[in-house]
């Protein structure tokens, strides 16, 4: 938690749940990146956090965006985001999104398929398209592999093809998985990008870059490697496949990495028992957010969050303990396969922060699912 949320919670005590984002880490993230990675150009991944400051602070700073909808793009927009510095890089999309993102002056689209190829040359004739590579997500915390993307010889097919519907081939894209702790993740999706990028040049197509998506993590409870080890890898692998110096440009469409760290969720204890009675029972802790309150990535316990309480630095003891939501729903339980250990003083009413929640928690939230309102949001 960093001192100006420190500050903001003593002074403004809000209800809970909430969450404060402190926009000087986002500044930090996205300055530490581009000094990392000067030549690569950012487009931050605005699904894993849509707030009008964020957009606005990382346009200050010179930033790109990568939308995946009408809504996301009409955000942008509004934060005074010109459509140039747009990417649209969901790969499944409705003609009626295509064709307004077209009409708002958008021209780079992504796909994965011959039929949205198809669907983008007759919704938004002319535009420039990457196509996205399925690659190995190995290392990933949260995969994002089996959902998209095609094989090197088929984007192969597809990028001449797009030729054909007078469309431009612009480039390649990838990402190697959320969460991604494994520098590796990224030397290894270079290589089949490179060997199509070669195979392509030989019949007059030169790519103007590589989209390497995000998967940059943020720090929850595991330490994570700093992103200089990340764009060392990048470097490293580009510099490898492109001696010469004639390397297309490098994108990245960071979410995860920009926002997560920035963010923590204010939370209270609704209930603190030992259900059945016996000191041998199992703790369960009942907080005020759950899995349908924002905390969607506790799925399978895959992010692992990590909590702040009053007594960490003076308690003398901790048990393992299950963390659960709010609602009446019995998948609404955090972690429970691997408990939290967590002070033996903590009781019902207790105030309980929850770190790295400034990444897919606000838009991961129900409208309303047991009359619990969506989380409060505040950026400071
Ligand atoms: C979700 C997503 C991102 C952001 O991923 P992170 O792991 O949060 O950095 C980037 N690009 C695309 C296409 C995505 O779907």
């Not at 030549?39 to 010179?62: C, E, F, M």
């Not at 907080?287 to 969050?305: H, K, N, P, S, W």
Request: aromatic residues 10%; contains cysteine; neutral net charge.
């Amino acid at each position: 938690m960093t001192p100006k949320i420190t500050r903001f919670l003593a002074e403004n005590t809000p209800a809970t749940p909430c969450l404060i984002v402190d926009l000087d880490i986002i500044k930090e993230k996205y300055t530490a990146l581009q000094n990392a990675l000067p030549s690569a150009r950012v487009h931050y991944a605005v699904k894993a956090n849509p707030a009008h400051a964020i957009l606005k602070q990382l346009h200050a700073l010179g930033s790109y965006f990568d939308i995946a909808s009408p809504g996301e793009m009409h955000l942008c927009l509004k934060a005074g985001i010109p459509a140039e510095k747009l990417s649209f890089g969901h790969t499944v999309k409705t003609a009626a999104s295509i064709q307004e993102a077209h009409q708002h002056g958008v021209t780079l689209f992504a796909f994965d398929s011959l039929e949205e190829l198809e669907k983008l040359a007759k919704h938004a004739p002319g535009c420039r398209v990457f196509c996205r590579l399925t690659v190995l997500n190995t290392g990933a915390q949260w995969p994002l592999s089996r959902k998209f993307g095609t094989s090197v010889e088929h984007a192969y097919t597809l990028l001449k093809h797009a030729q054909q519907l007078k469309l431009h081939p612009t480039g390649l894209s990838f990402h190697v998985g959320s969460q991604q702790t494994s520098t590796d993740a990224y030397r290894d999706a270079i290589s089949q990008a490179a060997q199509l990028y070669f195979r392509l040049q030989k019949d007059g197509i030169t790519l103007d870059f590589f989209n390497m998506g995000g998967g940059f993590p943020s720090h929850y409870t595991n330490p994570v490697p700093p992103i200089t080890a990340f764009s060392e890898s990048i470097s490293r692998a580009m510099k490898e496949h492109f001696p010469q110096g004639n390397a297309p440009h490098i994108l990245l469409e960071p979410g995860r990495y920009m926002v997560g760290d920035a963010g923590v969720v204010h939370s209270e204890i609704t209930l603190a028992s030992r259900r059945g009675g016996k000191a041998t029972d199992p703790r369960w802790i009942y907080l005020d957010i759950g899995r349908f309150g924002g905390l969607a990535e506790t799925e399978g316990e895959a992010i692992r969050y990590a909590f702040q309480t009053a007594y960490d630095n003076t308690t003398q003891s901790r048990s393992p303990c299950i963390i659960a939501g709010p609602t009446c729903d019995s998948m609404d339980v955090l972690y429970e396969k691997n408990p939290v250990a967590l002070p033996d003083e903590l009781t019902t009413g207790d105030k309980i922060t929850i770190l790295t929640t400034g990444a897919y928690v606000s838009t991961y939230c129900s409208t309303g699912f047991n009359g619990f309102a969506p989380l409060a949001e505040y950026y400071i």
